[in-house]
């Protein structure tokens, strides 16, 4: 018998760092294997083990097959329906309530990261062609830091992570690619291969940690604090370039003040739990450059979490790390480079000027509670969990109750989807095209449809299509969206000639060769002035100023009051994408998912043993776990995996900063405060 062996490129489209390229094996039309391309110049033809269970994610037998319709909502009693029925049911409302209304503003949508492709953006191209609708904005993961830099330097990071391999030193400051970044290790291992040293930062001992050549454990939330610290040890010892301050630092005057007057370094040892020996350490890492210093996601997930951003870049700046090739801040360098046609579409000018209501990403369900004239209706989510990874659970739950219709399209059953009226079932990425960029390193790369759909899903761009063919058939002209247009011609669109030369390429199909590399402009590390108001690097904003934030770089302690002791920390799994692949057999994950991890003083105080079943609660929630005891914790932090029933349970609070980056201020994760207490 003939076999059809056939390979496809193809692209993990998750929120991760990496966004790999993908070789698929299909045969006979089936999946049979994925490996990494090794095309791609920053994730070399390697997966990390999410990425290796592709051939069982696509093929679980717990992936949606079929449009589903729940009734009552909540008591999962599902029912097969069509695609017709599903669709016209959805149409038929959004047009009950446009008319009941007299606009679409009852309508909306929350959708976030499960696929971080630019055909994505159908969804938020679907709600553009209704004219008035309510959408959402910000994000979760990184919007402080991104304003720190903005205020600091008026522009982001923009360092090339490969980059890093050309480093004296690398410093890697609450980040943790052991887990969250896996490829980034070719690049820091070929500077430490040269010589390069390393240290982590990081309130728990990591498996990033365990691989520094120092390691100083932090108390969160005081990274601000330990950059002023090295930065006053730096200037007592006469070893800053004041000279080179002078030409490119605005605020130097008001910043010398404070080092000298507020910054005290037995002091700043004491609140961050760094011995003054780390400190010692640090300044001279910072003092042989070129030291690369990446910020981790983690240090902003604080309600100070941008302020502290901003003292760590001053460190890297005034130590002239950032002019030399390989040293400077790496954060998150999105290639802000492509049109995204599909989201930005002209509308006919009756609908240019339709009212748009906005929510934010962190408050929705508040936010969406508040809304009157009209309330919020019908809510479409996609590539969201929310009740597993969202914050203010109290608040959605109220929210389902005031909807009239809930839709969720995603591959598998979750928490959310336990909430939906009708859900839809989404197709993987090996079963549509889509065009992707890292938020992270510079590779372009195309996703090829390398399979037929599994069972009936269909892709957010087909079901966008699909839904505005039926809304247009139910009533002429009611969306706008071009839903005549292919997925490959919104792909050839997003090419513009400009991206095409930039990438050394004549057309999209070259992208099937293999993934090409962008090369940024913006990228100099010669002083040539920064985009800021003063040309300068600012210790003192005027902008962070207008928006009620310290205008000058400096520690600002920010405690959250909580009756409840322990701070709760939740960072990244290694074998999760959020709360997605929990259905994999592949990715065993049972037993981290049900632990608490405690230091052994505080579980003694509360005489708890390994393995103890207890129950973790605060005013918001309670769940129950497992005790792990882990020495290497500090006391008075507690760490469980996030998600599931974890999120209940935290506070909710903002960080301090986001709202020129995505709108508005992030989510302050670790701000979040527990008890522990036997079952
Ligand atoms: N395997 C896997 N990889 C992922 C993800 C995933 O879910 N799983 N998610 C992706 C996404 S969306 C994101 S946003 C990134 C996030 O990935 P990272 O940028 O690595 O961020 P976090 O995991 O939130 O936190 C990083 C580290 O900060 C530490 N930390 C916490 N508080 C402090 C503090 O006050 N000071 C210091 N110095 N350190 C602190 C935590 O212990 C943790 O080790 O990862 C991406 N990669
Ligand atoms: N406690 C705590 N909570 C956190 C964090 C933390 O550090 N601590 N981190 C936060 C961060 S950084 C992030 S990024 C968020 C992530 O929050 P979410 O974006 O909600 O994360 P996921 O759990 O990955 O959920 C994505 C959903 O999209 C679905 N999906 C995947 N592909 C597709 C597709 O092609 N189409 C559709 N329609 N659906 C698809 C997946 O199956 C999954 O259900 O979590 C945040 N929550
Ligand atoms: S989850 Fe991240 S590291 Fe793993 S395959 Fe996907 S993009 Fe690559
Ligand atoms: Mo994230």
Redesign the pocket.
């Known amino acids: 018998m003939n076999t059809d062996r056939q390979i496809f490129h193809n692209v993990c ?3 991760c760092y990496e966004t790999c390229g993908i070789l698929s094996t299909v045969e006979n039309g089936k999946l049979i294997k994925v490996e990494g391309n090794p095309k791609h110049g920053y994730t070399h033809g390697r997966l990390c083990a999410k990425g290796y269970a592709y051939t069982e994610y696509v093929y679980s037998p717990q992936r949606l097959k079929y449009p589903l319709r729940q009734f009552p909502r909540g008591s999962g009693n599902w029912q097969r329906i069509s695609w017709s029925e599903a669709l016209e049911t959805i149409a038929l409302k959004i047009i009950e309530l446009h008319d009941r209304y007299g606009s679409n503003l009852a309508s909306g949508y929350d959708k ?4 971080l492709g630019i055909l ?1 953006y159908a969804t938020e191209g679907m709600f553009r062609g209704l004219g008035s609708h309510t959408k959402i904005h910000g994000d ?2 990184l919007s402080a830091g991104g304003d720190a830099l903005n205020y600091n330097r008026g522009q982001g990071a923009l360092c090339d992570p490969e980059d890093m391999a050309k480093a004296k030193g690398i410093v890697l400051w609450g980040v943790n690619p052991a887990r969250t970044a896996v490829h980034q290790w070719s690049f820091i291992n070929r500077a430490r291969d040269k010589g390069a040293k390393l240290l982590v930062i990081d309130t728990l001992f990591t498996p990033t940690a365990a691989q520094g050549d120092i390691y100083l454990q932090i108390q969160p939330g005081t990274d601000g604090l330990l950059a002023m610290a090295v930065l006053k040890y730096i200037w007592q010892e006469s070893r800053l370039d004041l000279d080179f301050i002078q030409r490119h630092v605005h605020g130097w005057e008001a910043f010398e003040s404070y080092l000298r007057d507020e910054v005290s370094l037995e002091e700043a040892s004491a609140i961050t739990g760094v011995p003054l020996e780390g400190i010692k350490d640090l300044a001279e890492m910072y003092l042989e450059s070129p030291c690369a210093t990446w910020v981790g ?1 983690g240090v902003q ?1 604080y309600s100070n979490g941008g302020q502290s951003v901003r003292g760590i870049d001053a460190l890297v700046t005034l130590t002239k790390n950032q002019h030399q090739q390989g040293g400077g801040l790496y954060y998150y360098n999105w290639l802000d480079i492509f049109p995204f046609n599909i989201k930005n579409f002209p509308l006919p000018p009756e609908q240019e000027k339709a009212p748009v209501r906005s929510l934010n990403i962190i408050h929705f369900a508040q936010e969406a509670l508040a809304l009157k004239d009209p309330p919020l209706k019908l809510l479409w989510l ?5 009740f ?3 914050q203010n659970l109290q608040h959605w739950r109220k929210l389902v109750s005031q909807l009239e219709l809930i839709v969720v ?4 059953m ?1 928490e ?1 989807t336990a909430q939906a009226d009708i859900v839809l079932p ?4 090996f079963e549509e095209y889509d065009l992707h960029s890292s938020y992270w390193h510079q590779w372009i790369a195309i996703n090829q449809k390398a399979i037929p759909p599994f069972y009936e899903a269909r ?2 761009l087909e079901i966008a299509r699909n839904l505005t063919q039926v809304l247009n058939g139910l009533r002429p002209d009611f969306s706008s969206f071009p839903w005549q247009l292919s997925a490959l011609d919104w792909i050839k669109a997003e090419l513009t000639p400009e991206i095409l030369k930039q990438l050394e390429i004549d057309n999209w199909e070259e992208l099937l060769q293999g993934p090409r590399k962008y090369k940024l402009k913006g990228v100099s590390r010669e002083v040539q002035g920064y985009p800021t108001e003063t040309g300068k690097f600012q210790l003192m904003s005027r902008g962070a100023k207008e928006n009620q934030l310290p205008a000058l770089v400096r520690f600002k302690e920010q405690r959250i009051e909580s009756p409840y002791p322990l701070r709760l920390l ?3 799994s290694l074998l999760r ?4 692949y929990r259905e994999l057999s592949w990715l065993n994950l049972e037993q981290e998912m049900d632990a608490v991890e405690l230091n052994p003083q505080d579980a003694e105080q509360r005489n708890l043993k390994e393995k103890d079943h207890v129950i973790v609660l605060n005013d918001r929630g309670s769940c129950f776990r497992r005790v792990e005891i882990n020495p290497y914790i500090p006391q008075g932090v507690v760490v469980m995996a ?2 599931d029933t ?2 209940q349970l ?1 506070a909710g609070q903002n960080t301090d900063m986001g709202i020129h980056t995505t709108g508005a201020r992030g ?1 302050a ?2 701000d979040s405060w527990v008890e522990v207490k036997k079952k």
Do not use: E, I
Request: charged share 10%.
């Open positions: 489209p998750r929120n976030y990261s499960g696929n994505h979760l993961c996601f997930r996609a590539s969201h969990n929310p597993s990874q969202g399209v995603d591959l598998f979750n959310t989404a197709a993987s990425p892709s957010d939740t960072p990244q994408l959020h709360s997605q996030q998600g974890t999120n935290l989510a994760f670790y």
